[in-house]
């Protein structure tokens, strides 16, 4: 089949568009290549894609007017898969513009694009921020989703509720799923993992948030995309389509569901730098704070409904899939260093 990736040359973005191309099918790329993080990476990820055969990759801006609609017009994708985002809690507390130019206006150019030319299949990533000041664990995607502690929550709640008025609407099979922090080989810069490993190899002290005790329901990007490969061939029917379970998200008025992707066994993050610690062979000089605001203390996902769909949940233990990340980090900073 024919694939539309938003966010091709991001972290998650370029390992789907790879597996897809390994499985077979033609993906048409299209990034903004913004400078939010180290753009050398973004252009790595997207040169290795553009050679393999069946990748087509366009530069431009989502909520450029026209541009994805001109785009869907071209390419004719059957199934779009939109991952592009503004993304990070943090960078939120201090660019709050670039949320909602990116999540809220482009994941409407994404829309108004999937209305005018129809596909089978519509994936929307949201996140397990969305679940904000919810003090009940594990996270259901049943759980109201209405105290988000930050912009970039907020504007993904948006953004699902965008695509469900457009599923209602226009017919659109729409998947929405929340990711629970992602990590693994070319992870992005801004993330813990690259921020501690960086730090340590320099010698210099890691500043710990939550002073180690915060727990994340780490996903494993392999995990992560195997689940997305999965969910594409399970789009939402209309109404009157019976739930696959008693936990079904599946919507009474329109073909659109919510998906939780995480593998409901979190870890601290004292225990991710351990692992980090580990397959570095060195110790880190810890400063512990408090958490910062925007930070919840624990996200855990319940995981019934994406079992019930796709007979998988992610599995990678913390150790594994953190050592495999750190060999990616050394090798990637000898190459830039040679």
Known sequence: MRFLVTGAAGFIGSHLSGRLLSDGHEVVGLDGMTDYYDVGLKRERLAALEARPGFTGRVAMLEEPGAVMALMAEARPEIVIHLAAQAGVRYSLDHPASYVSSNLVGTFQVLEACRAHPVRHLLFASTSSAYGGNGSVPFHETDRAVSPLNIYAASK??????????????????????????????????????????????????????????????????????????????????????????????????????????????????????????????????????????????????????????????????????????????????????
């Not at 329901?217 to 689940?227: G, K, P, R, S």
């Not at 569901?257 to 870890?267: A, F, K, Y």
């Not at 855990?300 to 980090?329: C, K, N, Q």
């Open 157 to 338: 709640i948006a953004g699902e509720a965008m695509a469900h008025s457009y599923a209602h609407l226009w017919g659109i099979p729409t998947t929405a799923f929340r990711f629970f922090t992602v990590y693994g080989p070319g992870g992005r810069p801004d993330m813990a993992p690259s921020l501690f490993t960086k730090k340590i190899l320099a010698g210099e002290p890691i500043e710990v948030f939550g002073h180690g005790e915060a727990v994340r329901d780490f996903t494993y990007i392999d995990d992560l995309v195997e689940c997305i490969v999965r969910l594409c061939a399970v789009p939402p029917g209309g109404p009157g389509t019976a739930p696959v379970s008693e936990a079904d998200t599946l919507s009474p008025v329109a073909p659109y569901r919510l998906v939780n992707i995480g593998g409901g066994h979190p870890v601290s993050v004292t225990a991710m730098i351990d692992a980090i610690e580990a397959a570095l062979g060195l110790t880190a000089e810890r400063i512990l704070k408090p958490l910062p605001p925007g930070d919840v203390p624990r996200t855990e996902a319940s995981i019934g409904l994406l079992r019930d769909l796709v007979g998988f949940v992610p599995a990678t233990p913390i150790g594994p899939g953190i050592a495999a990340f750190v060999a990616w980090y050394r090798e990637r900073a000898a190459r830039l260093a040679a």
